[in-house]
């Protein structure tokens, strides 16, 4: 109620669930305010709709979490490649170097 009169919303019913990952983890939280069009608490069928449609959050949510996981994984190889590159360059500077002074002495 603290929060309606800070903003002026009427709060009359809430419904709240988990958002699961396809292993039943829980990833989130969901919340639908006033049910619309109508008065009253949601109900069991409005809750099996919500849960349903919660099933694609989750999945959502888990295609984002995999996809930054693959960018991690991407960006960390392209500097591992990088630096086998550099390592790779180093080597073939300092055996120039060495064939050099060989050379010379």
Same mark, same amino acid.
Request: net charge positive.
């Given at each position: 109620?603290?929060?309606?009169?800070?903003?002026?919303?009427?709060?009359?019913?809430?419904?709240?669930?988990?958002?699961?990952?396809?292993?039943?983890?829980?990833?989130?939280?969901?919340?639908?305010?006033?049910?619309?069009?109508?008065?009253?608490?949601?109900?069991?069928? !409005?809750?099996?709709?919500?849960?349903?449609?919660?099933? $694609?959050?989750?999945?959502?949510?888990? =295609?984002? @979490? &995999?996809?930054?996981?693959?960018?991690?994984?991407?960006?960390?190889? !392209?500097?591992?490649?990088?630096?086998?590159?550099?390592? $790779?360059?180093?080597?073939?500077?300092? =055996?120039? @170097? &060495?064939?050099?002074?060989?050379?010379?002495?």
């Amino acid at each position: 109620k603290a929060i309606d009169m800070q903003t002026g919303f009427r709060t009359k019913s809430i419904l709240c669930m988990p958002v699961k990952n396809n292993q039943s983890e829980i990833v989130g939280v969901a919340q639908v305010i006033n049910k619309k069009d109508e008065e009253g608490p949601f109900t069991a069928n !409005d809750e099996k709709i919500f849960e349903r449609y919660l099933t $694609f959050c989750g999945i959502g949510i888990t =295609n984002a @979490l &995999l996809f930054q996981s693959s960018v991690i994984m991407y960006k960390r190889s !392209d500097s591992l490649v990088l630096l086998a590159h550099y390592i $790779f360059e180093e080597q073939r500077d300092m =055996n120039n @170097l &060495l064939r050099r002074v060989l050379k010379k002495g």
